[in-house]
């Protein structure tokens, strides 16, 4: 049996943010029970729900000498869906009300997780043979393992992955502070190691002491050595290409499937999807104040607000598109400018334009099932999540050809009739328009194509088992079994 230890921030169910949370969530439960013992370890945020602060055993407690302090660590566990929890407890760094707050502070409190990861080990008894640390937030573990934890035996030979969700977000403060909260030595803040232009650089040093590095796409893999998207580390990324492979992410497929979901009108499948797919259309028009017209085509977004995820390449075209047969419907939060962006086009094209400025998992499932095509113009996505959701519920994606978007929606090809959706290369608004005009002309004018294409959208399979099997592969590799 093989020990397997995912380090993270978050995790679904018990809190989410992001992307990060839904892998650390879900991917424990597709190992091969008969040979992977995989156990979850992350922070007990006082903002987590009751209900599951309820169903958590004490475990025990200790202390720990982080820097100057010495700190109360709670060990706090439940097991939830066959999977092992455990929780690291401490009022005073995880009390907010969110998980994250602003440097330096996160820094502090991840750095506290990070040795408090390590340290519960020989208390809880479980030694794993990899330990698998996600982002910024646990980039240190690496890095603590490789220094003071090497003088007890318990130690030796764990291996680490470091994986990274988004290189954009590194933790990064300036050297003498986070020398003072760490306790590390002068050694380990030197180009080669943590410090990076001059600051210290979290993520840096589990990439640099993790002994294998992975992504979320294999194209993000290839792409971050490069400098437009390697954040300040592309030479860091080339120096260890050797190590370093990008495993596409996956979803929930109990989750996110059109023939069970509660949350949407009409369930449908493969086989129903032509007849049944277009009342849940019929019925979000009315939610939302849309005409009523089962034939128009519907394109959904639902996204975080932000320039990473091509709303400037929007907001340019955005009248010329509302001048085309097509519904827009929006749901997500983000910059003010891109909210702002939304409600105005929703006022200007009452009845054609829907902006849903907040968020609700629910909307966004009956949004997925409602909408023809889903469109997300992304400046860079390490993996993305949508178009796979929007595969799975045969809602054609349409995208820019980078990271995960690139690896996972294969572009139509009329000729060969081939193809999942529609995708543009270069990061134009002109372009992402006529891409959109090619997919309503297909839509509009070659139905049997469209659907044809449905069929293999819905046919694709981007579940966690498919994942699963590769992270299989890397922890053998890792512990050296083939």
């Known amino acids: 049996m093989k020990n397997i230890l995912f380090a993270t921030s978050e995790a679904v169910p018990f809190i989410k943010t992001g992307g990060l949370a839904d892998v650390a969530g879900a991917l424990p439960k597709c190992f091969d029970k008969k040979y992977f013992d995989v156990r979850v370890i992350l922070p007990k945020y006082a903002c987590m729900k009751q209900e599951w602060k309820d169903k958590m055993d ?34 005073y760094y995880f009390s907010g009300p969110k998980p994250y707050d602003s440097a330096p502070w996160d820094l502090e409190k991840f750095a506290f997780f990070s040795k408090a990861v390590l340290s519960v080990l020989p208390v809880i008894g479980f030694r794993p043979d990899v330990i698998h640390c996600h982002d910024w937030q646990t980039g240190l573990v690496p890095v603590y393992l490789h220094d003071s934890f090497q003088q007890n035996e318990f130690f030796w030979n764990i291996k680490t992955v470091m994986t990274i969700h988004n290189l954009k977000f590194q933790g990064v403060w300036d050297v003498k502070t986070v020398q003072d909260i760490t306790g590390l030595s002068d050694y380990y803040f030197a180009a080669d190691k943590l410090e990076a232009y001059k600051d210290a650089n979290f993520l840096k040093g589990g990439i640099v002491f993790a002994d294998a590095v992975t992504t979320v796409s294999n194209t993000y893999a290839e792409e971050i050595k490069t400098p437009f998207y390697g954040e300040r580390l592309d030479g860091l990324m080339c120096a260890r290409a050797n190590s370093l492979r990008g495993i596409v992410n996956g979803i929930d497929y109990d989750i996110f499937n059109p023939e069970t979901d509660s949350c949407i009108a009409q369930n449908y499948n493969a ?70 962006m939304f409600r105005h086009f929703d006022w200007k094209y009452h009845g054609k334009v829907s902006a849903q400025i907040y968020y609700d998992e629910a909307l966004s499932h009956r949004i997925y099932a409602a909408s023809d095509a889903f469109l997300m113009p992304s400046l860079f996505e390490p993996c993305g999540l949508s178009q796979l959701i929007s595969l799975r519920y045969g809602t054609l994606p349409i995208v820019r050809e980078t990271g995960g978007l690139k690896d996972t929606v294969e572009p139509y090809n009329e000729y060969e009739g081939t193809g999942t959706g529609f995708s543009f290369r270069n990061y134009n608004a002109h372009e992402m328009l006529n891409t959109v005009r090619n997919a309503e002309r297909i839509f509009y004018d070659k139905k049997r194509e469209w659907n044809k294409m449905v069929d293999r959208a819905m046919a694709t399979d981007f579940s966690w088992n498919n994942s699963a099997r590769q992270y299989e592969e890397m922890y053998n590799w890792l512990i050296g079994e083939k």
């Open 58 to 91: 004490y475990v025990t407690h200790f202390y720990m000498d982080l820097g100057y302090k010495n700190c109360y660590v709670g060990i706090m566990h439940m097991e939830y869906e066959g999977i092992q929890f455990y929780f690291i407890d401490n009022e």
């Open 271 to 340: 086989t129903t999807f032509r007849k049944e797919k277009v009342k849940n259309k019929i019925q979000l028009q009315r939610e939302l104040g849309l005409e009523e017209n089962p034939k128009a085509m519907m394109i959904g977004i639902v996204s975080r607000l932000t320039d990473q995820k091509g709303f400037d390449l929007i907001a340019y075209v955005m009248d010329e598109l509302c001048q085309d047969a097509v519904q827009i419907v929006a749901l997500g939060t983000g910059d003010e400018r891109y909210e702002n």
